[in-house]
């Protein structure tokens, strides 16, 4: 499967001389300055840097959040830059996940529904949304927690709650932004172990920002970004990833 | 897309159960408010037609002096005679029937029981201008009405005070004054009038009897008024000044004066008195009608508030993938849900205290699919035009800022 990708499919991720300007005039501030970078379906990649580096940019942009100022980015050969605002929330739908460092889950509202909520979206009969919110809070290993509200479950719990909800319409990319930055060390590393699992039996590329040189150590792939613009783009041997 | 709003929304409502129930209270008082007003006006103006029917259709009243307007002076009007009862009988085109008659108070007593009661002397006519049924007995007969007779035709209220509700007074003597006057036929009961009396408080005897026994001037002709109904159809205002005319010629009036008689017609009056309840109606609707748009302010404000305080959350769905249109039609619908469910409580409301209030002051409760409809969609309405703007504030939200707002 990873020989076909390399061969015949452009690559998922493809970012050319990505330039990312805030503001105008005197007070502008450009937070990337000519990015390249190109991600495989299937990678792990982790995403360093210290804070005000363009890490946290870069996501919003590759998450279709965003639009560069410059540049370009072809996600599946697609030029997002030139997406209105409803196509892009239709990529986020077909072929996105986020994870964040929050949660991010709807408050006093169920694990299930919180799951349901991209599969809503997309349209599907409420028996099918069922199924699979139940399913994939099984696969996180959260069965039997389906009527717990965010309130009554653990942060760990909640992050797993928040991933099975990412990955309930099985994305091509999963975008995690610190996914561990709350949660303690044992949690973290339970944490990892889903995302590591996640990439490797379903096939979904991962895509994390992370501050924390153990949870890079996870990835297949780790790109520092310093200043906007990348640093360095090392492949790591043991960690995750397809390639 | 509309069915996943309407279940968002109603997700939605269920979470916030009190907020919800304070959001629509305005929008329940307002549609509460002016179904009831509408409600019992209709049910006040059911009444006085009604009462007008039963007074009568197609009815002129002819009455010495000029009663209706302000500084007139009614005292020392001459009567009509009988002579202008006959004259408008036979001379006046598509009378049906014309009674004459005069009336005082009196006491009458049966055994050791007496009560205060109207006695009217008049012929057979005034039971068709009266629009009166016969509930057992009979009228009067010629010999009677010729002879003047002790006989007389009594009212519900004169039988239950006399008799008591259920003897059968036919046949019975009832003393009036130094007379004593056999009943021979009981009216059908007619209920309150529009002024409020008991039109059943009534005893009737033939003309001739109440002039020589009652009123007590033998040979008197005098009427006190006449009753003049028209046939269907028949052109009232063409009627009524014909019998001015008439009337004026017989009383020897000279064009300089005035009328020193009145010439009413029945359904004249009842225009007059539903046009003014239908007036109060409008404008104690109008008042509540206030009310309903102070509700639909409310639902703005806290929908506006919601949407502050949903932030994060309409940032996690724009994330997810919800298009604009999706965002904003969550939040239209939730707003125009809240107020059509506040107009389902408000009729619900509103049906109950429209019914208690009417058998309180003892309207008819005259239910208005019409007003409750309009209500219903003027609180629906409501909820698109002040779910609209935090609505399309909801949905303009940059998915960035929305997620990192605390």
Sequence with gaps: ????????????????????????????????????????????????????????????????????????????????????????????????????????????????ENVELPLLYRGLPTVERHARASAALAAVGLAGWEHHTPAELSGGQQQRVAIARAVVTEPLLLLADEPTGNLDTARSREIMELLTRLNREQGITVLMVTHEPDMAAWAGRVVHFVDGHIESDQRQPGGGGMH | ?????????????????????????????????????????????????????????????????????????????????????????????????????????????????????????TDNAWFTTGNWVMASGREFNEAELRGGRPVCVIGETVRRELFGAAADPLGASVRLKSLSCMVIGLLASKGQSMMGSDQDDLIVMPFATFQRRISGRQGNQDVGSMRVSFRDGADASKLQAEIRRLLRERRHLATSEDDNFSV????????????????????????????????????????????????????????????????????????????????????TLAALASFGLASLMGLP??????????????????????????????????????????
């Design chain 2, 1 to 121: 897309m509309l069915w996943n709003a309407l279940l968002l929304s109603v997700r939605e409502i269920r979470r916030n159960l009190l907020r919800s129930f304070l959001t629509i209270l305005g929008i329940v008082i307002g549609v509460a408010a002016v179904i009831t007003m509408v409600t019992l006006g209709n049910g006040a103006t059911a009444q006085i037609s009604q009462q007008i029917a039963s007074l009568g259709s197609n009815l002129l009243i002819v009455l010495p002096g000029q009663r209706l307007g302000p500084g007139r002076d009614s005292s020392g009007a001459p009567r009509f005679r009988l002579s202008d009862v006959a004259a408008v009988r036979e001379q006046v085109a598509d009378v049906v029937a014309v009674s004459a008659q005069s009336s005082t108070s009196i006491t009458a007593v049966v055994g050791n029981k007496n009560w205060s009661s109207m006695v009217t002397g």
């Design chain 1, 1 to 112: 499967m990873s020989t076909r990708q390399a061969s015949v499919v452009p690559p998922l991720i493809e970012c050319q001389a990505l330039r990312k300007v805030y503001g105008s005039g005197a007070t502008a501030f450009e937070a990337l300055h000519g990015v390249n970078l190109s991600i495989d379906a299937g990678e792990f990649v982790a995403v360093m840097g210290p804070s005000g580096s363009g890490k946290s940019t870069i996501m919003n942009i590759l998450g279709c959040l965003d639009v560069p100022s410059g540049g370009s980015y072809r996600f599946r050969g697609v030029p997002v830059e030139r997406l209105n605002r409803d196509q892009r929330a239709q990529l986020r739908r077909h072929f996105l996940g986020f994870v964040f460092q929050g949660f991010n889950l709807l408050a006093r509202t169920s694990a299930r």
């Design chain 2, 365 to 406: 409760f005259a239910f208005d699919v019409g007003i409750n409809l309009t209500a219903f969609l003027f609180s629906a309405a409501v909820g698109v035009l002040f779910g609209y703007v935090p609505a399309r504030r909801a949905a303009r939200l940059d998915p960035i800022e929305a997620l990192r707002h605390e």
């Design chain 2, 264 to 347: 009413l017609d029945t359904r004249q009056i009842a225009d007059t008195l539903t046009g003014t309840t239908k007036v109060l109606t409008a404008l104690l609707g109008a008042v509540a009608a206030v009310s309903l748009l102070v509700g639909g302010i409310g639902i703005m404000n806290i929908m506006l508030v919601s949407v502050t305080e949903r932030t994060r959350e309409i940032g996690i769905r724009l994330a997810i993938g919800a298009l604009e249109r999706e965002v904003l039609l969550q939040f239209l619908v939730e707003a125009v849900a809240l107020s059509a469910f506040g107009g389902l409580l408000g009729i």
